[in-house]
């Protein structure tokens, strides 16, 4: 089978809570694949565009599990390594006073933190369109050397490169702002969210955006849609492009909107869609994936997308 798309990134365990609220006040949390490339990888299979995947698994029981839902989901396992010695990394999501999502994470001695993509021949990067990367291994060693690598090849390829920067200070070991900078000098397409370009980490006007390697960029906006503002040299020529979002009234989670609409987005420019129809279609993927808990387990179908877009 020919594949389209590489996507390389952690892979983690996310512990959702049985109803908002701190962690020191929820009970119960139900156990979920998770990790941002993971949840992309699992969106595009869903929306038959099964990616290769790239990522680290522990070899604990938590790893076993992620293998399983891997497996489950279609996604093949040539460049899935297994980590003796290592631990599965955990996300637990709560609730802070104002509503908004947190995460805490435990990831000492963790499978991601040794993600290493050398095992990935240039004749695969030469076969595939577009390499999606995330920020989270950029936050420590091995796994930082190992993402760069990985975009320098792809470069020298031809694949256009995709990053989301998901930014998590918490995870940083080093400052951040060097790594990130280095990164978008090495991206094509970016995917941000209103919360990354807040955090300080990146320039948050969109031409300072341009300016620092990406062709184009796509920003997210929550239940206002997202934009699209692109560079002369970027497929579809310069020009900026806004997609309102779809209205769902019966929402239980927003957890996995963001990687749903990257998955949608990397679909989009697999298809050559033109900007306005790559929005919508992207949108429409985060929307549906706001009706179901959890961020991996709610990520829809083509035909799921399809339906919201008609106003099921």
């Not at 805490?104 to 990935?120: K, Q």
């Not at 990053?163 to 940083?172: G, K, Q, S, T």
């Amino acid at each position: 089978m020919v594949r389209e798309v590489l996507v390389a990134g952690e892979t983690l365990i996310d512990f959702i809570p049985d109803r908002p609220g701190s962690l020191a006040t929820v009970e119960s949390f139900s156990r979920q694949a998770g990790g941002a490339p993971a949840n992309v990888a699992v969106g595009l299979a869903r929306l038959d565009r099964t990616p290769w995947f790239c990522t680290a698994l522990a070899t604990d029981a938590f790893g076993d599990h992620l293998a399983s839902v891997l497996d489950r989901e279609g996604i093949p396992d040539r460049f899935v390594s297994r980590e003796p010695d290592a631990q599965t990394a955990l996300a637990f999501v709560s609730h802070g006073a104002d509503a908004d999502r947190e995460f805490t994470f435990y990831r000492a001695e963790t499978a991601d933190r040794r993600f290493d993509a050398s095992g990935v021949p240039d004749e695969v990067l030469e076969s595939v369109d577009v390499v999606a990367v995330g920020g989270v291994t950029l936050t420590v060693e091995p796994a930082r050397s190992a993402t760069f690598d990985l975009v320098e090849r792809a470069r020298e390829a031809g694949c256009r490169v995709l990053f989301d920067p998901n930014v998590r200070p918490e995870l940083w070991e080093v400052e951040s702002e060097p790594t990130m900078r280095r990164a978008l000098s090495l991206t094509d397409v970016l995917k941000a969210s209103r919360e990354d370009l807040v955090e300080g980490t990146l320039p948050n006007e969109p031409e300072e955006l341009l300016d620092a390697g990406p062709d184009a960029v796509f920003l997210t906006e929550g239940d206002a849609g997202a934009r699209l503002i692109a560079a002369a040299d970027a497929p579809w020529g310069r020009g900026e492009w806004r997609h309102d979002g779809y209205r769902v009234d019966d929402v239980v989670d927003t957890t996995g909107a963001g990687d749903a609409f990257t998955a949608g987005v990397v679909a989009g420019l697999v298809d050559g869609s033109p900007p306005e129809e790559l929005l919508g279609f992207a949108n429409a993927v985060a929307a549906a994936s706001t009706r179901h808990a959890g961020a991996m387990t709610a990520l829809p179908d083509r035909e799921t997308v399809e339906r919201l877009r008609e106003g099921d």
